[in-house]
Structure formats: C-alpha cells, structure tokens
C-alpha cells in the first residue's frame, strides 16, 4: 500500500505561482509498481478533475484548462513528485489530490486559493 502526502498549498494572488509537492511513500515492491502519478483539482463545490499526469516512463498528460502553465515533475531520489502552478488564475482555486496508479492511493489534500 502506498502513502501520498500533499503540501505547498495557499493564498496567492492572480498570476502568481505555487510547487505543490506529494510525498510517496511505502513498501518498495508498492512503489516501484506506479506507473502513473496524477494531480486532481476539485474546486469548491465540484468534483474532482484531473489536471496533469506523469508516466514511470516521464511522458506528460495535462488538461487543457492548465496547459503551459502547470508542470508535473518527479524526484526520484526524494520519492517526490511535484505540480509547479505558474500564472494562477481565480479558477485554480481548490483542493489538490494526488494519486498514483495501480495502486490508486490518495493523499488529503492541499488548498490552493487565488485571490483576484
């Protein structure tokens, strides 16, 4: 079983940027069977979207709502995987999930709000 802990999260203002990080941990066997880490968005009232996705093999997938201004990253030393949010706009605001695959663990959550 795998462990996912979100941080980086809060109050920023429109254009601003943010690196929201996920700690992955557990058994090696676990963690070595991800072969895809994914960031939600779930703004206030709405469900949970997926925003951008990062391969074990580095091939990218993001939503189009944050494509050229979000970057998913991976530290592989630090079993940490990164989402650098650049120009945020109001719209960003929400609760940010990750979550990796096959495993499909989540973490708590991290809350991001951009003031305008």
């Known amino acids: 079983q795998v462990q996912l802990v979100e941080s980086g999260g809060g109050l920023v203002q429109a254009g601003g940027s943010l690196r929201l990080s996920c700690v992955v941990s557990?058994?090696?066997?676990?963690?070595?069977?991800?072969?895809?880490y994914r960031w939600y968005h779930q703004a206030p009232g709405k469900q949970r979207d997926i925003v951008a996705a990062l391969s074990s093999r580095y091939d990218t997938v993001y939503d189009d709502s944050v494509k050229g201004r979000f970057i998913i990253s991976r530290d592989v030393a630090k079993n940490t995987v990164y989402l650098q949010m650049n120009t945020l706009k109001p719209e960003d605001t929400g609760t940010y999930y990750c979550?990796?695959?096959?495993?499909?663990?989540w973490g708590q959550g991290t809350q991001v709000i951009v003031s305008s």
């Open positions: 557990g058994s090696t066997r676990s963690i070595n069977a991800i072969n895809w």
């Open positions: 979550n990796v695959r096959p495993d499909n663990a």
